[in-house]
């Protein structure tokens, strides 16, 4: 079933390039196409998560491909005229799923037609493009988190990078978001050399590149230092960390309300992925011993992010801002090394990627498409004139700011727990980020909704069904999970054990 997950929508991807949009129905068309690819594959991914056992912390649902077998045949002839068997293959594609890759693939099955939805009305030429874009990067996504193999999973961490970059570079808002494309590949992409320098090193010494024979793998303390420091520091470009953050809020002002929301809710996403499947695991006494670097750069991140939010103008810009807030807690709760801190992360992690696109959505899609407009200060009293809109949003900043019966709020609780038990000091510091984000989260509602009716703004319509319809899944799932964390932690629990005694 990951194999169909992965090409359902590929295939949707391959459908689209047959069809044609040169009328009103033809594009609406390719839309429902695209949509039914995307619902195909969240109900793909459903079956999955309902077969998922979670009393084992073993690969699930495995597939092996091998391109090119060489189960017998003859190397060379000695003088007997005896042949060598090779059973080696030159390629192998191992694909597998457990507790730390389920709730990513699900996020993504879960976002992908929102995120259509989201576009239905906003892209206005070459939709059948932009829609096998989406399509397209839905698959690389899904295949970065359950690929089982060290460099295929570089390739595919980096094969993202393209149809993001066509989704910035066409699609932005402005002249300027070539530069933001830009700015987004080259910071990734040459972040990440570091890291294909690193897995070379280790497939040399170790021999193999499958993950699971990796983390069982001894690297000598020396190396894993080195290994380490190149590995962080490309993972650090896509979480991302402060200083290597720039990219971030260039690409999310110039990307459409889709995009923004993948890349909020899925794209950061793989960051976290890389920390628990192979830097944790690979490299654990490098690990143990730069925690206070981690720690460090996490605190200056919190701070820093959540201060520079406090004076944003600009809504995607804030929203963004507050993302890599939220992140250096995951990373936090990640480097903790503790069952808490670790699944804490998980969580939050999980919880940001259903939060922050929503916010960009309510911001970004629902706002910027009746004002054409992202600066704060011509915005006030929407309380008035759009009360169902003021309170979706309001709900929202409620998950932003880690309130009780939120997922965001049970996440940030367990990462901050774990990082208490590892240094009480540092824990102290990541605190402060719950007043903070109070601070901007409340500032944002207050300003936005609160006052009498903005002159700069003219009479709109409350929130659409098609814009309910994509907010209230989001806003369902954020306080389901708020209330029932044990629902996740149940399939979390055993994977985050095996990794820990590893």
């Given amino acids: 079933m990951l194999t169909a997950l ?48 979670s009393a084992s912390s073993e690969m699930q649902f495995t597939v092996k491909y091998a391109a090119f077998p060489h189960d017998s045949f003859n190397v060379g ?42 576009s239905w009305c906003n892209v206005q030429h070459s939709v059948k493009s932009y829609m096998i874009a989406l399509l397209v990067l839905q698959s690389l996504l899904t295949t970065a988190f359950v690929v089982q193999d060290l460099l295929l999973f570089y390739v595919f961490f980096e094969a993202v990078l393209v149809p993001l970059f066509v989704l910035v570079g066409v699609w932005g808002a402005s002249a300027d978001r070539v530069r933001a494309a830009f700015l987004l590949f080259l910071y990734t992409l040459l972040g990440s050399l570091f890291m294909l320098l690193a897995f070379i090193v280790i497939a040399s010494a170790t021999g193999t590149t499958d993950l699971q024979v990796l983390s069982l793998a001894g690297v000598n303390f020396a190396k894993q230092q080195w290994l380490w420091i190149a590995i962080f520091a490309s993972l650090a470009v896509k979480t991302p960390l402060f ?35 192979i830097l944790l695991p690979m490299l654990p006494e490098a690990s143990s011993y730069y925690g206070p670097l981690v720690q460090t750069v996490c605190v200056v991140t919190l701070i820093y992010s959540s201060l520079t939010t406090l004076r944003q103008t600009d809504f995607k810009v804030l929203v963004a801002y507050s993302s890599v807030a939220h992140m250096s807690v995951v990373v936090i709760g990640l480097f903790s090394n503790s069952l808490q801190g670790i699944e804490g992360a998980l969580l939050l992690s999980i919880a940001h990627g259903l939060v922050s696109p929503a916010l960009f959505y309510c911001l970004g899609g629902v706002l910027y498409d009746r004002y054409h407009t992202r600066q704060l200060r011509y915005y006030r009293g929407l309380l008035q004139y ?42 102290a510091a990541m605190s402060t980020g719950i007043v903070l984000s109070a601070c901007y989260s409340i500032w944002l509602y207050a300003r936005m909704t609160g006052g009498t009716w903005s002159p700069y ?46």
């Fill in 77 to 118: 002839t000695g003088v007997g005229g005896v042949s060598v068997s090779n059973n080696t293959s030159y390629f192998n594609m191992h694909l597998g799923l457990d507790g730390l890759s389920l709730y990513f693939v699900l996020l993504t099955a879960f976002t992908m037609p929102i995120c259509v939805l989201a």
């Fill in 457 to 502: 703004l003219g009479y709109a319509v409350d929130v659409t069904r098609r814009e309910v319809m994509v907010l209230l899944p989001l806003l369902a799932t954020m306080l389901v999970f708020g209330v029932c964390p044990n629902i996740i932690l149940t399939d979390l629990h055993y994977s985050v054990t095996a990794l820990l005694n590893s």
């Fill in 6 to 53: 992965i090409l359902t929508p590929l295939a949707g991807a391959l459908l689209l390039t047959t069809m044609r949009e040169d009328s009103t129905q033809a594009v609406s068309r390719v839309k429902q196409t695209a949509l039914l690819a995307t619902v195909v594959a969240f109900a793909v991914a459903m079956l999955l998560w309902l077969q998922f056992d």
């Fill in 243 to 277: 200083p290597m953050h720039i990219w971030l809020s260039r690409a999310h002002v110039q990307a459409s309300v889709a995009v923004s929301m993948i890349l909020a809710g899925l794209v950061l996403k793989l960051a976290t992925y890389a920390y628990v499947r």
């Fill in 386 to 427: 759009m009360p169902v809109f003021a309170m979706l949003l309001f709900m929202f900043v409620l998950g932003n700011m880690s309130t009780p019966l939120t997922l965001n709020w049970i996440g940030e609780l367990l990462a901050l727990l774990g990082a208490m038990q590892r240094s009480a000091v540092v824990g």
